[in-house]
């Protein structure tokens, strides 16, 4: 649908309703939209953008400045709110449909709220064309404080929000835009052309489901009410414009029937265990003229009449007094004050890599398509290696196996290559890289598996803990002998030490308890094990020895001679 502003903003001037029903001129200047930097301007009602798009690299930032000047005005910020977002592919008409029920809050007392014939659309920024407008999340500057029929008063605000599918945004930056509007809205306004088609509701569902995984753990419906906006709709022979002929067709597309496909069946259950409320309604073509005119500036006059009858219908239904859904959260409501909390928790949350990115449905089948190429080459590898090294078959020498797993290797990684797969050369490469890695770490746990059956690996630990018994015992009676007392008593406590050690091993192999214990000791044995070359395990201990023995002959000789010369001075 083309809406095109280009002849209101070629004109000198444009009017605006203020708060007061009364009209301001604004320059073609000030149309733009307020950069982040500078102040916002609450006497000039016009579109805020507190959600910030970065196209560079596809992450969105909060305005908290512009947000909370907007939110926590005096008269406001501790009044119940109610927002009303509209959100959807991009180039549908969202900020059109905003502009009228903009017009209907500055006028909602009038009958004739939807404006004069002549009178150009103004409010949030839209044009016809097939490039987007909006970016990112834009809210109006001005919060309507409203009556309800029980005396209360509420605070509505209206949210535009960034179109989705377009060039230039990802899947990503769809999801995160249609969550924080939906998780934010008590009323979300899903705008739709022509009908509800089944990628429609798969969107919904993975936007929706992004959405809830942002919020805390919650045991009831996380979001409010869903209204289905099906524009341009063709068929009212079938389902009638408006409220009701929507209610049907909506009860018709989301119905669970037993001969669907279980993904259709989740899909429409995943909806319905999501919002409190869903709604449809069912909104004609808005005429050629709004569709072929590159200069239509939203005047009534050339809007058919069918789409301005059921546009006094769709706007009251959503905004009038009696109608109003405050915002909810886990059951309690919430105020504008609390708006502007839960606001910078949920960008946070989208900022971070907390969640999991969302993806295209090719880049999702493709993943899926080469993980289960991945897990078919791994079995073959598994099948080969224990028919070679498996539970029943024997000891196998580590050179002949380490040969087998090689070819095995060779094996799964040409399966792996020679299935049919998505994504590209590229993109299968990583997952080539990911089952070369995996068949390694497989391999690991063979070798393992065969050394296990090895008797002699089985005897390591204990052959090790004799042996150093039996080393400590002779160590400690030739270094007694000699009168190196120090020596052989620290032999002595390794000796103890490799005989506690011993009879801990033997009952956690017996008992299976304390394993932790048990795996420590045989990760010292082996370390002993593997510098089992008695010079390099006692070098040091009888290069000690070497030297202690050399010192004390050198000092017993002069004792000697000093002994022998007094006992020549006494005769």
């Known amino acids: 649908m083309a809406e095109r502003d280009a002849a209101r903003r070629a004109g000198p001037a444009r009017q605006r309703p203020d708060p007061a029903g009364k009209h301001y001129e604004e320059e073609e200047e000030e149309d733009a939209l307020p950069d982040s930097d500078d102040e916002v301007d609450l006497d000039k009602p016009r579109p805020i953008q507190i959600v910030l798009a970065h196209e560079d690299d596809h992450n969105f930032e909060l305005d908290e400045e512009a947000l909370e000047k907007i939110l926590l005005q005096e008269h406001i910020k501790d009044l119940n709110i109610v927002v009303v977002s509209v959100a959807g592919a991009f180039r549908k008409g969202k900020s059109f449909l905003l502009d009228f029920m903009l017009r209907y809050m500055y006028n909602r007392t009038s009958p004739c709220w939807i404006g004069g014939n002549t009178e150009p659309l103004t409010g949030f920024t839209w044009r016809g064309g097939c ?16 009556d309800k029929p029980n005396g209360t008063k509420v605070a509505v605000l209206l949210m535009d929000t960034q179109g989705a599918f377009d060039s230039q945004s990802t899947i990503k930056d769809c999801a995160t835009v249609f969550a924080l509007s939906t998780m934010t809205s008590s009323v979300q306004v899903y705008n739709l052309s022509q009908n509800i088609q089944e990628d429609d509701l798969q969107h919904l569902q993975l936007f929706t489901e992004y959405g809830r995984l942002a919020m ?6 996380p979001f409010q009410t869903l209204m289905f906006l099906i524009r341009d709709w063709s068929y ?5 414009y408006g409220l009701e002929g929507g209610k049907k067709f909506l009860e018709k597309r989301l119905q669970v029937k037993q001969n669907q496909h279980e993904e259709l069946q989740n899909v429409r259950k995943h909806i319905h265990s999501c919002f409190s409320n869903l709604g449809c309604f069912l909104l004609p073509h808005p005429g050629l003229k709004v569709a072929t005119n590159p200069n239509f500036d939203g005047r009534l006059n050339d809007i058919d009449e069918d789409f301005k009858k059921e546009l006094r219908n769709l706007v009251p239904l959503l905004l009038a007094p009696e109608n109003l859904v405050e915002k909810e959260i886990s059951g309690s409501k919430v105020t504008c004050r609390d708006l502007v909390e839960y606001f910078k928790a949920y960008i946070k949350i989208y900022q971070g890599e907390e969640l999991p990115h969302p993806k295209s449905m090719l880049q999702a089948t493709a993943e899926a398509n080469n993980l289960a190429a991945v897990a078919g080459a791994k079995d073959l590898y598994s099948k080969g290696m224990e028919q070679v090294c498996g539970g029943d078959k024997p000891y196998i020498a580590p050179s002949d196996l380490e040969r087998k797993h090689q070819d095995f290797r060779e094996s799964a990684v040409k399966q792996f290559r020679s299935v049919k797969k998505m994504g590209g050369e590229e993109f299968c490469r990583r997952y080539q890289e990911q089952l070369e890695v995996e068949i390694d770490e497989i391999y690991a746990n063979f070798v393992k598996h065969n050394d296990g059956k090895n008797i002699f690996y089985a005897a390591r630990t204990p052959a090790t803990l004799f042996a150093v018994m039996f080393a400590m015992y002779i160590t400690s009676g030739l270094t007694g002998f000699l009168g190196m007392n120090s020596i052989a008593t620290l032999c002595n406590l390794v000796l103890g030490m490799a005989l506690i050690s011993f009879c801990t091993w033997a009952y956690v192999k017996y008992s299976g308890e304390f394993r932790e214990v048990g795996t420590a000791i045989d990760q010292i044995a082996e370390a002993i094990w593997e510098q089992r070359n008695p010079r390099k395990v006692f070098s040091k201990l009888f290069e000690v020895l070497r030297r202690r023995t050399i010192r ?11 002994s ?7 005769n």
């Open 131 to 146: 490039e987007r407008e909006t970016t990112g999340i834009q809210i109006w500057s001005e919060v309507f404080v409203i």
């Open 236 to 240: 009212p022979y079938e389902h009638a």
């Open 564 to 570: 022998s010369n007094n006992n020549k001075k006494k």
């Open 216 to 221: 805390e753990e919650i045991y009831q419906k």
């Open 552 to 562: 004390r002959a050198l000092t017993s000789v002069p004792r000697q001679r000093l």
